[in-house]
């Protein structure tokens, strides 16, 4: 429905009302909820009798305690009832969202036979003779790992691994969606690198690719880092990597869009995680020169005394030449591009005004942006958008589906380069990414990816 997909980072209720069958009661209804700031989405209508009709109303509330207050208000209207409350999405994923099911027929003793003893001991032999063949006579070729400790859930924080399985589940359904990939979540529960690489090396020969999810910066650098030496198939954190080749690929087109220029164009970066400084990297890497970093304690440049790592002292040392100092609000003045990796509501409209004429605003907080795509526009943005529409789903299923296609050892910088390029070539005249959804989408960038791989690039 677009009623959730414009209220996604809502709490979504189905609320269940008996109401009087007299005219405006349905009104009286709607007017007391919208006093407590309640969106209502479809209204429908479920039963009627001579008093009273049976109405089931979506409504859109802004967190646990917000719905609390809205149905006490309610309960206060003479003559109305609520008569059942479910959380839709937490139907959606009762039972969980994935499961494993065979792809062959199995009807007869000759198919158990086949598939299983006698028979399978001749695809054992042949994979002994050529250990290669496994990716073409079994499950592996086309299997991912997806793996996390649940230390930093999309903007939910350190939930832990248990609370974010709904998560891998459901990058799981995007990659089989998306790119046809099967994929098995696997809960980590560990906050120790070497653990970590340790328990995904010992299974790695089970997968094509093994992704890292939601695991916490600066951990993540060091897990990925230290397991793609360990293992022969590609890592790939999606966190990272998938947001920062959504976010090339969206800087690519909206650059043609605006006549601005990646040599010149100053972009703010707010968010020194792994997403921020994977997208700094990747950004250099194809050309952008002027950039700037900034976290809670404000600029990061060489030489800062607080509040660094060595993740930030690497990327300070290739950011940032000037070495401007100053809180968000001072660093964002006369900049071309805002990218916000970082916590809701953090830049006002007076930032936006600002920067330089046009500016171009990707505020990415998740699930409520830095500033919302209206207010930037109304303070002078050419172009604003929020994590809904720049979205690593764009780039991952695409990257994952190139990489087991062409066989890749691991994902390069050129792959990205390719699948951001890709991505940015499909935008509509006047859409700064493609429509996620449209399948072709992700089968283009798989070619260009596997196309990429192995290759290298001088820019």
């Known amino acids: 429905m677009a009623d959730v997909e414009k209220y996604s980072h809502k709490v979504v209720k189905k609320l269940r009302f008996r109401i009087p069958d007299v005219p ?14 309640v969106t209502l989405g479809d209204i429908t209508k479920i039963h009627l009798t001579s008093n009273y009709i049976v109405r089931d109303i979506i409504a859109f509330f802004d967190d646990e305690k917000h719905f609390h207050k809205a149905v006490s208000a309610v309960k206060t209207l003479r003559g109305y009832k609520i008569l059942n409350i479910q959380d839709e999405v937490l139907n959606l994923h009762k039972g969980g969202k994935i499961e494993v099911r065979p792809r062959v027929r199995v009807e007869t003793l000759n198919d158990l036979r086949m598939i299983y003893t006698p028979g399978v001991a001749q695809v054992c ?88 999810e939601d695991i916490g910066a600066p951990l993540c650098f060091e897990v990925e880092q230290k397991l793609q030496k360990r293992v022969k198939v590609p890592v790939f954190h999606d966190d990272q990597h998938g947001t920062a080749t959504v976010i090339l690929a969206a800087l690519i087109k909206a650059l043609k869009m605006t006549g601005k220029k990646k040599e010149k164009a100053g972009i703010v970066i707010n968010g020194a995680g792994a997403a921020g400084i994977a997208a700094a990297n990747l950004l250099l890497g194809y050309g952008f020169r002027n950039i700037v970093f900034c976290d809670r304690a404000g600029a990061i440049y060489k030489g800062r005394a607080g509040d660094m790592n060595a993740y930030k002292k690497e990327i300070a040392r290739i950011t940032n030449k000037r070495r401007e100092k100053g809180a968000l609000r001072d660093i964002m003045k006369g900049k071309d591009i805002f990218i916000g990796l970082s916590a809701p509501g953090l830049v006002s409209k007076d930032m936006v005004k600002a920067m330089n ?74 859409e700064v990414v493609p429509n996620f959804m449209n399948t072709s989408v992700h089968e283009k960038v798989a070619k260009a990816v596997a196309s990429a791989a192995g290759k290298r690039r001088v820019r």
Not at 24 to 37: M, P, Q
């Open 357 to 430: 004429k046009r500016p171009i605003i990707f505020a990415l907080a998740n699930p409520v942006p830095e500033i919302w795509p209206k207010d930037a526009e109304e303070a002078g943005a050419s172009i604003a958008l929020d994590g809904r529409t720049i979205n690593n789903a764009l780039a991952f299923p695409g990257i994952i589906r190139g990489a087991l296609d062409s066989r890749a050892r691991e994902i390069t910088r050129e792959m990205k380069f390719s699948a951001a390029e890709m991505i940015a070539s499909l935008a509509g005249k006047n």
């Open 125 to 212: 032999n042949y994979i002994v003779a050529d250990p290669a063949a496994a990716r073409d006579y079994t499950s592996i070729g086309n299997t991912v790992c997806i793996a996390t400790n649940g230390s930093a859930v999309l903007g939910l924080g350190n939930i832990g691994v248990l609370a974010a399985m709904p998560v891998m589940e459901g990058k799981s359904i995007i990659l089989n969606k998306m790119a046809d990939v099967s994929c098995v979540p696997l809960l980590v529960h560990s906050d120790d690198a070497d653990e970590i690489v340790d328990a995904l090396a010992c299974i790695a020969e089970t997968f094509s690719v093994i992704m890292i």
């Open 24 to 37: 405006g009661a349905l009104g009286t209804l709607a007017l007391a909820l919208g006093i407590e700031g």
